[in-house]
């Protein structure tokens, strides 16, 4: 993560350089995991575009607020994907993912978070795992992104 950190630009720069490869692969699908900094929180409303809005989120989850670069990267690659027409599929999981239980009980969402009955964006790794093996299974959210929660 420091190197992440360090130059946030290498997210943007990985994206470009994976979607020219699949220029020689066109029916090859890349599946990219990012983060949840880029879901709209409301519409038109993206916390990796606010340094409050994103400091606050990166406070609440106990993480160093120097992370906001790499949350910032992540975005930026998602755009450089947003802008080819490569077949990608760009997975943010919820905005709180730690370790749980598999319930293969979950929604999928969009460019918006899933949230659950107390208005949280959450998910357990075991059913962030699944969600991306059934995207990869059963293609749902070609040239898009998709987000998972309870």
Request: charged share 25%.
């Amino acid at each position: 993560m420091t190197r992440s950190i360090a130059d946030p630009t290498v997210y943007a720069r990985a994206a470009r350089s994976l979607l020219h490869a699949l220029e020689s692969h066109p029916r090859t699908r890349l599946i990219v995991i990012g983060g949840a900094g880029s879901l709209e929180i409301e519409p038109g409303v993206v916390r990796a575009d606010s340094d409050e809005l994103l400091h606050e989120s990166l406070d609440a989850l106990g993480l160093p607020r120097e992370y906001a670069a790499a949350v910032r990267g992540h975005r930026d690659a998602l755009n450089v994907l947003r802008t080819s027409n490569r077949l990608w599929t760009y997975f943010s999981p919820a905005e709180d993912i730690g370790p749980g239980e598999r319930t293969g009980r979950f929604r999928t969402g969009g460019d918006q978070p899933v949230l659950d009955a107390d208005g949280r964006s959450r998910i357990s790794m075991e059913d962030a795992a699944v969600a991306l093996v059934n995207e990869a299974e059963l293609p749902c959210y070609v040239q898009r992104r998709f987000t998972v929660g309870y």
